[in-house]
């Protein structure tokens, strides 16, 4: 009969064993036995540990099945921020970071750094304390991730316990979890066989498998893991390098890259990432770049960090991927504003690691300049996550009869009138108030503080409004009940009544907030105030030609043009008439031919930076009460350009210009005169 004690030591003994193949297959990259050795192995513990549960410990090979489901992901602080990576996409970028980092540095020695590639998959932290994994969790925010403990227990490549000794008491180990190109492959085999819809990418295999509530989900997917640095320590040390940190990492059983390496200066980064480039479709898994960070430690804490990344390291990406495919046709989507947009439909290629069907063409301009045209062989683009594009059309592949797409008359949602200002890229549907795809930004603008200034109804309610069918145009908002609105989700009875009486509220109002409120484009604050109080009358304004327009100040041709093709549109006028039915009102505006008086008397004046005595808004109401006009853009007819802290652009086209630039106190004085 076999002893407790020889029980005991042959579990100990087995997951020592299977403790080394996981070290020499997930780290060396060097397995010693085959599958079917390494299975019988982890068998027999799993039985000895069901009949001796006594000796089952967290740290077991057979604890990494995954237990029952959590009921959600919980919060984690990392010890030290996890940041972001600045992106250098081409070489003089690279070249750029070191010179820069010498330049910190005071040194124009060249600098060591250590290269290795960027995986394309889910970071993540690991937190062990006296060598025992005690919780992962996902980058998040970089302050704070979810805490995925039970998922990352599930995955071999990461050990339940440090191998060796001298382990800091605590240590945050950040790294990649990714899916290797194999196991994409047979786990999107397996999807499909069991009726499942298959992962686009590995990329996105591995982050969803991180996300399972179940984490026996999560121990069925084939994800490995390589660390790339350290976060927080403590009550321990580590090498001075980053490559010796790694090299640390790797003796502890924590898998590292096999192809990191340390290079010499700018020139050694162009080679490695040449070389890695070259290899990159033969890697057994996906990548986008190469990580450069300087070496030294020493030299990265003097090199610090910016807000959101560090100066140290920065990631070469790879160019964007390409790929040949037919363009079937093209269709005009209307944005949120209005804007109407060319989009490809494609015959379904793979390109960047996903399988597009729809590439944007950004707009007229460009789809003529590019004379795409249905039926044409197009090269399609996809850069990391951005919206995949048609870069160009392969012209000897055109078909006989190609003809080329015009701008639709019309908006294909509404059928009102499509637009385009002299000197935009982008036409627009002139339905704001009418059209279903503008819906929600044009109540939202509605509503605002600076229009109809309606409390309580913020971006959620109005979009739980508009799709349950309650508000299709800001008039129906004034048919809202306290019965209706208590009845919606988050709304109680005393909500409901608040905001039926800001509704209340807001219909006494003024016609400048009113024409602001209509969100007619270009048609700012300054802009309304000129128009009513030059017209004074809403069916006067409605009824002005361009010509009447431009006779307003402020008023060109392009802002005439906005404003006379929205008043053509029976759509808005029928809004217009309903919210007047409805009980808004105003009084006549005082008439434009009143003398301004005061120190900025007839003067124009802009804004820009950030001022110290006072708000925007406030400057804007002392000079405004001065006799001055604020405007948003600087002009050959700007009077004063009124400037404080980080200017901007403005500040530079007003001295192009030759108009008068004015800081805070320069203001001041004007005003106080």
């Not at 029952?68 to 992106?87: K, Q, R, T, Y």
Request: with cysteine; aromatic share 6%; glycine share 10%.
């Amino acid at each position: 009969m076999t002893s407790t004690v020889d029980i005991e030591a042959r579990i100990a003994e087995l997951r020592s064993t299977i403790d080394s193949h996981n070290y020499r297959y997930y780290v060396l990259d060097d397995p010693s036995v085959p599958d079917s050795e390494y299975d019988r192995l982890l068998r027999e513990l799993q039985t000895l540990e069901q009949e001796n549960p006594e000796f089952i410990s967290p740290e077991s090979p057979t604890q990494r099945v995954g237990h029952e489901p959590v009921a959600g992901f919980g919060e984690i602080e990392h010890l030290v921020p996890m940041l972001s990576l600045d992106n250098a996409f081409e070489d003089e970028e690279l070249e750029e970071f070191d010179r820069r980092a010498r330049s910190r540095l005071e040194d124009d020695a060249p600098i060591s750094y250590a290269a290795e590639p960027k995986l394309d998959g889910a970071a993540v932290s690991l937190l062990y304390r006296r060598g025992l994994l005690i919780q992962g969790a996902t980058r998040g925010d970089g302050n704070r991730g979810e805490d995925i403990t039970h998922n990352v227990r599930t995955i071999k490549a990461i050990p339940l316990r440090l191998r060796g000794d001298g382990h800091p008491e605590i240590i945050e180990i950040r790294g990649e979890i990714y899916m290797s190109r194999k196991g994409f492959e047979a786990l999107n085999r397996r999807v499909e066989k069991e009726g499942g819809k298959p992962f686009v990418n590995p990329r996105n295999a591995a982050a969803g498998s991180l996300r399972q509530l179940d984490p026996r989900l999560t121990a069925e997917r084939p994800l490995a893991f390589f660390a790339y640095g350290v976060g927080g320590v403590e009550g321990g040390t580590l090498p001075a390098t980053q490559s010796g940190v790694l090299s640390q990492l790797r003796e502890w059983g924590i898998p590292v890259s096999s192809h990191a390496r340390v290079v010499d200066g700018v020139a050694g980064c162009h080679a490695y990432f040449g070389e890695l480039g070259e290899a990159r479709d033969g890697l057994p898994f996906e990548i986008d770049g190469v990580v450069f960070k300087v070496d030294r430690l020493d030299l990265q804490q003097r090199l610090g960090f910016v807000s959101r990344a560090p100066r140290w390291a920065i990631a070469r990406k790879f160019p964007a991927s390409e790929e040949m495919t037919i363009l079937l046709g093209i269709e005009f989507q209307v944005g949120r504003t209005g804007a109407l947009t060319p989009v490809a439909r494609l015959d379904p290629v793979f390109v960047g690691g996903v399988t597009v069907s729809n590439a944007t063409l950004h707009n007229m301009d460009e789809l003529t300049r590019k004379d795409v045209r249905p039926g044409d062989t197009v090269i399609v683009r996809r850069a990391g996550d951005v919206i995949p594009e048609v870069v160009r059309v392969v012209p000897e592949r055109r078909p006989e009869g190609a003809r080329s797409v015009e701008m639709p008359a019309t908006c294909p949602v509404c059928g009102s009138e499509v637009v385009r200002a002299e000197g935009e890229a982008a036409a627009r549907c002139s339905g704001g108030l009418y059209c279903p795809a503008q819906r929600r930004e044009a109540i939202r603008h509605f509503a605002s503080r600076r229009a109809m200034d309606i409390e309580g109804l913020g971006t959620k309610l109005i979009n739980q409004l508009v799709d349950e069918g309650d508000v299709e145009t800001p008039a129906d908002l004034y048919a809202l009940t306290v019965e209706r609105l208590a009845s919606l989700d988050r709304m109680g009875e005393k909500s409901a009544r608040n905001l039926v009486a800001a509704l209340e509220k807001s219909k006494s109002t003024t016609l400048p907030r009113f024409m602001y409120a209509l969100g007619i484009r270009e048609v700012g604050e300054v802009t309304a105030k000129s128009l009513a109080s030059h017209f004074r009358d809403l069916s006067l304004l409605a009824k002005a030609d361009e010509d009447e327009l431009q006779s307003v100040p402020d008023v060109g041709p392009i802002v005439a043009a906005h404003v006379a093709g929205f008043f053509r549109q029976s759509h808005n006028t029928d809004v217009v008439d309903a919210l007047c039915r409805a009980g808004l009102t105003w009084p006549v505006p005082e008439a434009s031919g009143k003398e301004p008086d005061g120190p900025l008397a007839g003067k124009t004046l802009v804004l820009t930076g950030t001022l110290q005595g006072m708000t925007r808004q406030e400057a804007k109401k002392r000079i405004e009460h001065a006799g001055g006009r604020v405007i948003g853009n600087v002009s050959k007819k700007t009077d004063y350009l009124v400037y404080g802290e980080k200017p901007g652009s403005k500040f530079e086209k007003a001295e192009s210009l030759g108009v008068e630039r004015l800081g805070e106190e320069g203001l001041l004085g004007i005003l106080s005169s």
